[in-house]
């Protein structure tokens, strides 16, 4: 039987794993904004239009959220369901405060805009926020466990 207790581990074990899940999950979510033609608009807040661009910066904002997503994983319960289900919940607060409110200030555009394209992006970082978390969970919990 899984308990959901917290994982013994230092904090910069945590910090860690956050910045690799971050890393794991910007893939992911780098790939899906690829495929969408969204890389351009990132590298844009750059003053470029290159989508390698687009994606080194998604990748640097990625590990960054990576490491205060493993912060806050040091202090939630180990098991699975909840680290999966506060990932989800740390992509929806990266959604707001990123495309929703920092990128349209940036860029001049109106804030809190949701269309298909933001529904799109609430998606990516929803999945970004999951992956990141599982994956520092499983580094932590593997680590802390000696395997």
Do not use: Y
Request: hydrophobic share 60%; aromatic share 6%; net charge positive.
């Amino acid at each position: 039987m899984n308990t959901c207790d917290t994982t013994q581990a230092p904090l910069q074990k945590f910090l860690a794993a956050g910045a690799i899940g971050g890393a794991v999950g910007g893939l992911v979510f780098g790939m899906m904004m690829a495929m969408m033609g969204m890389l351009g608009m990132i590298a844009s807040m750059a003053g470029s239009s290159s989508a390698l661009v687009g994606f080194a910066i998604h990748m640097v904002i990625s590990v960054i959220f990576g490491v205060i997503g493993g912060a806050l994983l040091s202090a939630t319960p180990s098991c699975m369901g909840k680290t999966m289900a506060f990932g989800m919940a740390f992509g929806i607060v990266l959604w707001v405060v990123g495309p929703l409110l920092a990128m349209p200030m940036m860029m001049g555009m109106p804030l809190f805009a949701i269309d298909e394209a933001s529904m799109m992006s609430l998606m990516g970082h929803i999945i970004f926020g999951a992956v990141t978390f599982v994956v520092a969970r499983l580094i932590v919990s593997r680590t802390a466990a000696g395997k």
